[in-house]
C-alpha cells in the first residue's frame, strides 16, 4: 500500500534525534571557526538523551523499513550539524559501508568495531577510479602485501584507526587490477601527511595519506580474493556497489542541512508577515513567498527520490538506478536550496551571527563527493541507454 | 509507513491502461490534434473503461468501488503517456461528479450522479479557470449575489472549461461574501451563453469553451453542499494532483521516445546518445520523471487517507508543471529539426506541456 506517512513510534524517534540536534547545534559554530579542533565523541549533554539504537533496530507492524527510518535519522542528524553529534559511534565511517558490503565473514568480525575511513581519490585521479596509481604487491616470501601511493580527500581520515584504500595489483588490467585492502593507523610506512582546509563541512577532518613501502598481512585484501578477473567479468562492479547504500545515505545527510536552511528561511519570512498560503497561484503572491515555495517543493522532491532509493533497497530490490538518481537529484537540490534561502532573505543571511551561511558552505560538498552530479548522470544515462562504460564515458 | 508499493489492483490497473494507451490513444493522438476535435470512437472506448463511473455509489448506479486519488493517480499518469488531451476528457467529467458524491446534498447526488453511471459518455465540467491575465484561484471575479432566500445571481465569465461544447451541466465555481462556492448550472440555464470551441496553443483535441454569465439565477438548492457551502479548496488540490499526474505521463513519452532516437541518430561517428551534452539531458528527463511522480503520489496519499493535501498538492501541481515543460522543451532539443516537425509527437507534447501547466480545475482524482 502506498503510503508516506510515519508510524507513531518512527515519529517518536524522530523527534528524540531533533532534540539532540538542537543541542548538537549549539556547538556547530565552535568547530566550524575552529577547523583544527575535533568535536568530542560524547557530549556533555549526552546524559539527558537515551540511546535510540535498539529502538530503531525494533521494527514492528506499520513501522517503516530500518534503511527508509535510518536516512530519516540521518537527515534529522544533519538538520543539527554535519559533524557534531551527542554520541559518536563507533564503525559508522564510509570504510565501515565497504567492510560491510566486500569483507568476508571474519574479516567483517575482526574489524567491525574500528572507525574505518574510505581512500580512494589520488592527486591524479578522482571521478574515474581505473586509473588509481597506488600499487599493491604480494612479497609471498613473508605473506604480505606491500603499498606504495597517495591518497588525498580521506574522509574522517584523522579520526579514523584504518582505512579501506583502493589500490591496483596490475596497472595494465585496468579497473579489474583494482582491489579493495585493510591497512590499520600505525602500520609502519602509513602516514597522514595532511589535513585539509575546507569551504565547508570544516569540523569533519579530511586527510591525505602517504604509503612507502607499507606493509600488511595477505588477509587484510578484502573479500580475500587475490586473482584479476577478467575485463568486463564484473569484478569492479562488486567494489562499486558499495556505493548503492553511501549515495541514498550522502543525499540524506546535504538534505537535512537543506532542510534546516529551509525552516531558517520559513521562520523569518514568518516574522516577517510573509504570507506563505499554498492555494492560490503564483502570480498572486510575494516573489519570496513563490520562490520558498519552489524551493520547498524541491526539498519534498528530493527527499522522496532518497527514500524510494532506501525503501528498495529494505524490500531487496536493485536500487542502483535509483542511488545515482537521488544523488543527483539532491546533490543540485541542496545547492539550490541554500544559495535560494541567502538570495531570499537579503544580507541578513550572509552574517556569521546565523547558521545559514555555513548550510550553504557545507552542502556544497553533497554533488561532489561519493561520485559527481556529472558521475551520477553517467550512470543513469548509461542504465537507460543499454550503455556500457566503452559506450558513454 | 513510507511505502511505494502499488498495490495488487493498482499494478492490474497500470498495466491495462499502459496497453490502452498504447493501442488505442497514441495512434489516434496526432489526428485529433490536427483536426482539433475529439474523436468519438475514443470518447466512447475511454467510457467503457467505466474510469469514473466504478467510483460512485451503488445506490446512484455506480460501481461503488472504494474512490482511490492513488489509483486515479497512476491510471491518468498512464493514460496521459499515450495522450494528455485524450487523459483530461475522460477524467474532466469526474470533477464534476465527484465533487457532488464528496460534497453534494442527497438530493443532488441523486439528481445527479446517476447520469454518469448510464451506456453513453455524460459530459459535465468544472469551470473554475477566468479569461483575465494572472487568474489566481484566490481572487475570482465571478461572483454569487444572494437573492432573497431562495437563490443566487451569477455573474462573470469562465474558460477553458473542458467538454463545453458537448457538457450538459457545469459546477461554476464563484467568489460569494467573501468565500468561494460551487453552483451547479445546466447548460440550457437563462443568461448562459457558451462560446464556440475555443482555439488553443496544445491539448487541442480536447474541446474547452467560455461561459459568459450574464446575471444567471439559480435556485438555492443548486449550490453545492446546500446551506452548507463546499470546500472549493479541496476541488482545486484534487485538480492539481491529477495535473500532476497527467504532466507526469507525458513526461515520460517525451523520454521514451527520446532514448531510441537518441540511440539511432547518428553525428560525427557516434550515437548523440553517446555524447555528454544529450545523455545527461536525457538522465535529467529521468530522474525529474521520478521526482514528479512521488509528489504526485505523496499528495494523492494526503487525499486518501484525508490528511491536509493543499501543500503537497500545490507542491505536486507546480513542480509537475515546471519540470514537464523543461523535458518536452528537452525532448524537442534532442530531435533538432525532426523535434520541430510534426511528423514526430514530441512538438505536440511540447505545446501541451504548456498549456497544461497554466491550467487548473479540469480534472479530479
Not at chain 1, 513501522?63 to 554535519?82: A, F, I, K, P, Q
Not at chain 1, 592527486?123 to 581505473?130: E, N, T, Y
Not at chain 2, 431562495?150 to 477553458?160: I, Q, R, Y
Request: proline share 4%; net charge negative; glycine share 10%.
Amino acid at each position: 500500500m502506498i503510503d508516506f506517512e510515519l508510524s507513531q513510534r518512527d515519529r517518536n524517534i524522530l523527534d528524540q534525534v531533533r532534540q539532540q540536534s538542537l543541542v548538537c547545534r549549539q556547538y556547530a559554530r565552535h568547530y566550524d571557526e575552529n577547523e583544527h579542533e575535533f568535536p568530542p565523541d560524547v557530549l556533555p549533554e549526552a546524559a539527558d538523551f537515551p540511546e535510540l539504537a535498539g529502538e530503531m533496530l525494533r521494527r514492528e507492524e506499520g513501522d517503516s523499513g530500518l534503511g527508509v527510518l535510518g536516512l530519516l535519522v540521518t537527515m534529522g542528524e544533519h538538520w543539527g550539524d554535519y559533524s557534531v553529534r551527542i554520541r559518536r559511534p563507533k564503525g559508522t565511517a564510509l570504510g565501515n559501508a565497504a567492510l560491510r558490503a566486500s569483507g568476508t565473514p571474519e574479516q567483517r568480525e575482526k574489524w567491525r568495531s574500528l572507525t574505518l575511513a574510505m581512500a580512494i581519490t589520488e592527486p591524479g585521479c578522482g571521478s574515474d577510479p581505473s586509473q588509481v596509481q597506488t600499487t599493491a604487491v604480494l612479497d609471498e616470501g613473508s605473506d604480505e602485501w606491500v603499498i606504495n601511493g597517495e591518497k588525498i580527500f580521506v574522509t574522517a581520515g584523522c579520526r579514523a584507526e584504518g582505512v579501506v584504500l583502493w589500490a591496483t595489483l596490475d596497472r595494465s588490467a585496468g579497473r579489474a587490477g583494482i582491489k579493495s585492502f585493510l591497512v590499520e593507523k600505525g602500520t609502519p610506512g602509513f602516514v597522514v601527511s595532511q589535513k585539509e582546509k575546507k569551504l565547508g563541512i570544516r569540523a569533519d577532518d579530511t586527510a591525505a595519506y602517504v604509503f612507502n613501502d607499507c606493509r600488511i598481512p595477505r588477509g587484510n585484501l578484502l573479500g580475500g580474493k587475490e586473482e584479476i578477473p577478467k575485463a568486463g567479468s564484473g569484478g569492479f562492479k562488486g567494489v562499486m556497489k558499495t556505493f548503492n547504500m553511501t549515495r541514498p545515505l550522502v543525499a540524506a545527510i546535504g538534505l537535512g542541512m537543506g532542510e534546516a536552511a529551509l525552516d531558517f528561511t520559513r521562520e523569518h519570512l514568518e516574522d516577517c508577515g510573509v504570507d506563505l498560503g499554498y492555494g492560490g497561484a503564483a502570480s498572486g503572491q510575494s516573489a519570496a513567498a513563490e520562490k520558498f515555495q519552489r524551493l520547498e517543493a524541491i526539498y519534498e522532491a528530493a527527499k522522496l527520490t532518497i527514500l524510494r532509493a532506501a525503501w528498495l533497497a529494505d524490500a531487496g530490490q536493485p536500487n542502483n538506478l535509483e542511488s545515482s538518481l537521488c544523488k543527483a537529484k539532491t546533490g543540485a537540490a541542496v545547492r539550490e536550496i541554500t544559495q535560494g534561502c541567502i538570495e531570499i532573505l537579503g544580507p541578513l543571511a550572509i552574517s556569521r551571527d546565523h547558521l545559514l551561511e555555513k548550510w550553504f558552505r557545507d552542502v556544497r560538498i553533497t554533488d561532489i563527493y561519493e561520485g559527481t552530479g556529472e558521475i551520477q548522470r553517467m550512470i543513469i544515462a548509461r542504465t537507460l541507454f543499454g550503455y556500457t562504460r566503452a559506450d558513454l564515458s | 509507513m513510507i511505502s511505494f508499493e502499488p498495490s495488487e489492483e493498482q499494478q492490474v490497473v497500470r498495466e491495462a491502461m499502459h496497453e490502452f494507451a498504447e493501442q488505442v490513444l497514441r495512434p489516434a493522438s496526432r489526428e485529433a490534434d490536427e483536426a482539433s476535435a475529439l474523436p468519438d470512437a475514443v470518447l466512447a472506448q475511454l467510457h467503457e473503461l467505466g474510469l469514473v463511473a466504478t467510483q460512485l455509489p451503488e445506490a446512484f448506479g455506480g460501481g461503488g468501488e472504494q474512490r482511490s486519488p492513488l489509483t486515479n493517480a497512476i491510471l491518468l499518469d498512464e493514460l496521459a503517456w499515450g495522450d494528455a488531451a485524450f487523459a483530461m476528457a475522460a477524467l474532466a467529467p469526474a470533477a464534476f461528479a465527484f465533487a457532488v458524491a464528496d460534497q453534494g446534498t442527497q438530493d443532488q447526488q441523486a439528481e445527479w450522479l446517476p447520469r454518469f453511471c448510464g451506456e453513453k459518455p455524460y459530459a459535465a465540467a468544472l469551470a473554475l479557470v477566468e479569461p483575465s491575465p494572472l487568474f489566481d484561484v484566490n481572487r475570482l471575479r465571478t461572483v454569487a449575489e444572494p437573492k432573497g432566500d431562495d437563490g443566487f445571481v451569477l455573474s462573470g465569465a469562465k474558460s477553458c472549461v473542458p467538454l463545453g461544447d458537448r457538457a450538459e451541466a457545469f459546477l461554476v465555481i464563484a467568489r460569494n461574501n467573501g468565500a468561494r462556492d460551487a453552483f451547479i448550472l445546466p447548460r440550457d440555464a437563462a443568461g448562459l451563453s457558451i462560446s464556440e470551441t475555443e482555439k488553443n496553443l496544445g491539448l487541442k483535441a480536447l474541446p474547452t469553451v467560455t461561459l459568459e454569465l450574464e446575471r444567471v439565477e439559480v435556485p438555492a438548492a443548486a449550490r453545492l453542499g446546500g446551506s452548507d457551502g463546499c470546500d472549493v479548496q479541496q476541488l482545486v488540490d484534487r485538480a492539481r494532483v491529477a495535473k500532476a499526474a497527467v504532466l507526469t505521463g507525458l513526461s515520460r513519452a517525451v523520454l521514451d521516445y527520446s532514448v531510441p532516437y537518441a540511440k539511432d541518430r547518428r553525428a560525427f561517428d557516434q550515437a548523440i546518445a553517446q555524447k555528454q551534452a544529450i545523455a545527461f539531458r536525457i538522465a535529467d528527463m529521468r530522474i525529474e520523471i521520478d521526482a514528479q511522480r512521488w509528489l504526485s503520489w505523496k499528495a494523492a496519499a494526503d487525499l486518501e487517507y484525508g490528511r491536509p493535501a493543499t501543500k503537497s498538492a500545490h507542491h505536486a501541481g507546480a513542480y509537475a508543471a515546471e519540470k514537464a515543460m523543461w523535458i518536452a522543451d528537452n525532448g524537442v532539443q534532442v530531435l533538432g529539426g525532426h523535434g520541430f516537425i510534426r511528423e514526430h509527437p514530441v512538438e505536440l507534447w511540447y505545446r501541451n506541456a504548456r498549456t497544461l501547466g497554466v491550467l487548473e480545475g479540469m480534472l479530479s482524482v
